[in-house]
């Protein structure tokens, strides 16, 4: 799906920078959708939302080139990994899927305000997914210490992400900044993060997902559509899905968990917590 949003996006004329772990795929990437001879343009950039230290790294590579940022789509993810650690010792699903964007998005907030206007506001978009609705927050064990489920750890993560969609927004909306936050749900999607499955499992996806399940490009269209839809100029604190405004998890709606979580988020990352101060 990250491909496929890029490759829109570069098709739309934007300059899209594809942040991943994987230098191959990236540089592969890169050159499939230059092949194509777009009116835009892509580039490749390491960075592992496993590590803090990656990035910022990443963050302060970006910051000293002085471009603009527009459009930040939070899209990596793993889903169903056995029970693993994070460099900086977080469970990998809430470390990677959530904390990872969360710093990412939080260095790069500067960045976005001033590239954002009245006319035109930046746009921060975050793939989560409809297992959200079965998640779960315990604030006094968010990392699944007590007993892990790599279910119940995916759900969390995506929870987590759309409670800090709903928390930016609200900071964004009182600092009067030209920002916008959505989160999205692509649907069930044919794609790796399903390699995961016990062997059963996957034997039993295959023939099924060819029929229901959508591709990635249809997987990306609506984080496409919240990234560049003249619609979704100036809207913000939505959870989309199919292209339209959804009722997110009611938890998901929860002021309190949802400050409480940015708090905690901001001690498990390093950052001091604030708030969005107009420049």
């Known amino acids: 799906m990250g491909y496929e949003t890029a490759r829109h996006l570069t098709s739309l004329g934007m300059y899209v920078v594809i942040a991943g772990n994987s230098k191959e795929e990236g540089v592969g990437a890169v050159k499939k959708i230059q092949e194509e001879n777009y009116e835009g343009k892509a580039e490749f950039q390491y960075v592992d939302l496993a590590s803090l230290k990656s990035i910022r790294q990443f963050v302060q590579k970006f910051k000293d080139r002085g471009l603009p940022l527009h459009v930040l789509v939070n899209n990596a993810g793993v889903m169903l990994v056995p029970e693993r650690k994070t460099e900086d010792g977080f469970e990998l699903h809430f470390g990677l899927n959530y904390l990872g964007h969360f710093l990412l998005t939080n ?9 954002g206007t009245a006319d035109s506001c930046a746009r921060i978009v975050t793939v989560s997914s409809a297992t959200h609705y079965g998640g779960v927050i315990t604030m006094d064990d968010l ?4 007993c892990y489920c790599s279910h119940g750890a995916y759900s969390q993560s995506k929870l987590a992400l759309v409670l800090f969609t709903y928390c930016l927004q609200q900071r964004l909306t009182s600092g009067g900044f030209h920002v916008t936050a959505n989160a999205v749900d692509p649907g069930m999607v044919n794609t790796d993060l399903y390699q995961n499955l016990c062997s059963p499992a996957q034997l039993a996806k295959r023939p099924v997902a060819w029929l229901l399940f959508r591709t990635p490009a249809e997987g990306a269209s609506t984080s496409i559509y919240a990234a560049a839809s003249s619609e979704m100029e100036g809207v913000g604190g939505c959870y989309l ?8 998890s009611d938890t998901s709606y929860n002021e ?7 708090k905690q988020s901001c001690a498990l990352v390093g950052l001091k917590d604030e708030g969005l101060r107009v420049d």
Do not use: A, C, E, H
Request: net charge positive; aromatic share 8%.
């Open 241 to 248: 899905y199919n292209g339209q405004r959804t009722q997110s």
């Open 143 to 146: 990392q699944g210490r007590l």
């Open 256 to 262: 309190d968990l949802q400050v409480k979580l940015w």
């Open 107 to 115: 260095l790069l907030l500067d960045t976005l305000k001033k590239s």
